[in-house]
């Protein structure tokens, strides 16, 4: 659905929940297991415009600064830092962002702010044979 219309929707995604931003390539691969989890067998590359990013980041905030300024309401968009992986899924120093997004932010994202969606599973495939 999503590479065809340039947009998330269809019977398989709800605006109703909260849809991830992996935006760290190694990360998304150990998460998906290099698309062969179940339900996890494909794998998209989605452009944005700037401005829906640069939008997407101005209302980002951690679970903690959520409790710090005391919202009952969790925010729009949640920034979650997560262990990166290397290609062999072995954990890494360093960490790697991701975003989730919710309500108002996410609708945007899903039918406004995308210029691209590439279906690369089968690059992803390919580049596992290395691994």
């Given at each position: 659905y999503a590479v065809k219309h340039?947009?998330?929707?269809g019977e398989r995604f709800s605006y109703s929940r909260m849809?991830?931003?992996?935006t760290n390539f190694?990360?998304?691969?150990?998460?998906?297991?290099?698309?062969s989890k179940r339900g996890q067998e494909r794998v998209l590359a989605v452009?944005?415009?700037?401005?829906?990013f640069d939008r997407i980041l101005s209302e980002a905030?951690?679970?903690?600064?959520?409790k710090a300024r005391g919202l009952k309401e969790r925010s729009n968009v949640r920034l979650q830092w997560d262990p990166d992986h290397a290609p062999s899924g072995?954990?890494?120093?360093?960490?790697?962002?991701?975003?989730?997004l919710r309500n108002e932010v996410l609708s945007k994202y899903?039918?406004?702010?995308?210029?691209?969606?590439?279906?690369?599973?089968?690059?992803?495939?390919?580049q596992y044979e290395f691994v």
């Open positions: 340039l947009e998330f929707g849809s991830w931003i992996k190694l990360w998304m691969m150990y998460r998906c297991g290099w698309a452009w944005l415009t700037r401005e829906g905030l951690t679970g903690h600064d959520e072995a954990p890494q120093g360093r960490r790697a962002i991701q975003l989730g899903g039918k406004e702010w995308i210029v691209q969606i590439k279906d690369i599973t089968d690059f992803v495939k390919e």
